[in-house]
């Protein structure tokens, strides 16, 4: 499967309690590692585990 887990560092805690944009919450969360679903998904399309339909299927996305 596909998953995108976001970790819940003091920053990013500090980000929600503040009500940060989901924008800005998503861009740290880039910056401290988090892979992004469709990222995930196109580099398992890439090992041959899963097919480019299946991914677009699967995994939405808002905005970027």
Same mark, same amino acid.
């Given at each position: ?11 990013? +805690? ?11 919450? +998503? ?10 679903? +469709? ?26």
């Amino acid at each position: 499967g596909v998953f995108e887990v976001l970790r819940m560092s003091p920053k990013i +805690r500090q980000m929600l309690a503040s009500r940060t944009s989901a924008g800005q919450i +998503r861009t740290q969360a880039i910056d401290e590692g988090l892979v992004a679903m +469709r990222h995930e998904g196109m580099t398992q399309v890439r090992a041959g585990m899963t097919t480019p339909s299946e991914v677009l299927r699967g995994v939405f996305f808002i905005g970027q």
